[in-house]
């Protein structure tokens, strides 16, 4: 069965980086395309960033482009989304997913706060 388990969540001061990293099994990761969604208090589950099976498309949310970039390497089964210029609104629980399965991961805490 599909699991995701995301990692690389922390606490970082505005401006700062952080790197996610999310690891696929139970289907063929280099043939699906994956998303990093992004939920935070009081707020609806947001997409954030896709990227498609090979790596060669990318999509972002308007207020994260040129800040973040979705990345992901076939040969480890693993998803990134690596985050920089952090915003205390970019405070969130942020979750990977695979659009064919309704699974969702336990997601990581990202806070950005000084």
């Known amino acids: 069965q599909v699991q995701l388990v995301e990692s690389g969540g922390g606490l970082v001061q505005p401006g700062g980086s952080l790197r996610l990293s999310c690891a696929a099994s139970?289907?063929?990761?280099?043939?699906?395309?994956m998303r990093w969604y992004r939920q935070a208090p009081g707020k609806e589950r947001e997409l954030v960033a896709a990227?498609?099976?090979?790596?060669?498309?990318?999509n972002y949310l308007g207020s994260v482009k040129g800040r973040f970039t979705i990345s992901r390497d076939n040969s480890k089964n693993t998803v990134y989304l690596q985050m920089n210029s952090l915003k205390p609104e970019d405070t969130a629980v942020y979750y990977c997913?695979?659009?064919?399965?309704?699974?969702w991961g336990q997601g990581t805490q990202v806070t950005v706060s000084s």
């Open positions: 139970g289907f063929t990761f280099s043939r699906n395309a």
């Open positions: 990227i498609s099976s090979a790596g060669g498309s990318t």
């Open positions: 997913k695979v659009p064919f399965a309704a699974y």
